[in-house]
T-cell receptor, first 114, second 109 residues
Framework: NAGVTQTPKFQVLKTGQSMTLQCAQD?????MSWYRQDPGMGLRLIHYSVGAGITDQGEVPNGYNVSRSTTEDFPLRLLSAAPSQTSVYFC?????????????FGEGSWLTVV | GQQLNQSPQSMFIQEGEDVSMNCTSSSIFNTWLWYKQDPGEGPVLLIALYKAGELTSNGRLTAQFGITRKDSFLNISASIPSDVGIYFC?????????FGAGTILRVKS
């Protein structure tokens, strides 16, 4: 019973490098989303998807791309990493449109950009 | 972007004491949620509230959805050491969640 799986758990990048944070869920959830967590800021929505082939921007989308080619996977791409993107990233999924009663979070990906 | 005002930012209490934290917003939400996050893990849902005025309990936890739909509180009774962690409130409207900044709870045994 894997739930929401994120990889990698930890990553250090140099400024300007690109990378992809992987997220997969095995619960057949339609709704998936990416958040970043910064001290004193709570969790802020980066991008979300309401189903395969559909993505939309959240509160802080700049510098990130997403795609949803399958129901299971929702990767987050950093095109050219910046120190401001040092954060903890959480992927989440739910049956419905994020009303929260069935939202599941991954364990987080700690990203440091130097 | 819109944010929720969560207070207090941190608490350091004696084991056995009751704890109270709250969230307020200038916006109305249809659902209020409370999550707990343990170190190195993702947030886990504690309580979900769906109606204004609703009071819901989950063991030693009690949460209420404010009448104005702009606030919520969470109470923890008789705190124990495993209650330590970060507690987040979240307001849901449509397909988005907005999170508070979190309350760090530390318990002295």
């Amino acid at each position: 019973n894997a739930g929401v799986t994120q990889t990698p758990k930890f990553q250090v990048l140099k400024t300007g490098q690109s990378m992809t944070l992987q997220c997969a869920q095995d619960m057949n959830h339609e709704y998936m989303s990416w958040y970043r967590q910064d001290p004193g800021m709570g969790l802020r929505l980066i991008h979300y998807s309401v189903g395969a082939g559909i993505t939309d921007q959240g509160e802080v989308p700049n510098g990130y791309n997403v795609s949803r080619s399958t129901t299971e996977d929702f990767p987050l791409r950093l095109l050219s990493a910046a120190p401001s993107q040092t954060s903890v990233y959480f992927c989440a999924s739910s049956f419905d449109r994020g009303t929260g009663n069935t939202i599941y979070f991954g364990e987080g990906s700690w990203l440091t950009v130097v | 972007g819109q944010q929720l005002n969560q207070s207090p930012q941190s608490m350091f209490i004696q084991e056995g004491e009751d704890v109270s934290m709250n969230c307020t917003s200038s916006s109305i939400f249809n659902t209020w949620l409370w999550y707990k996050q343990d170190p190195g893990e993702g947030p886990v849902l504690l309580i979900a509230l769906y109606k204004a005025g609703e009071l819901t309990s989950n063991g030693r936890l009690t949460a209420q959805f404010g009448i104005t739909r702009k606030d919520s509180f969470l109470n923890i009774s008789a705190s124990i050491p495993s209650d330590v962690g970060i507690y987040f409130c979240a307001g849901a409207r449509g397909n988005k969640l907005v999170f508070g900044a979190g309350t760090i709870l530390r318990v002295k045994s």
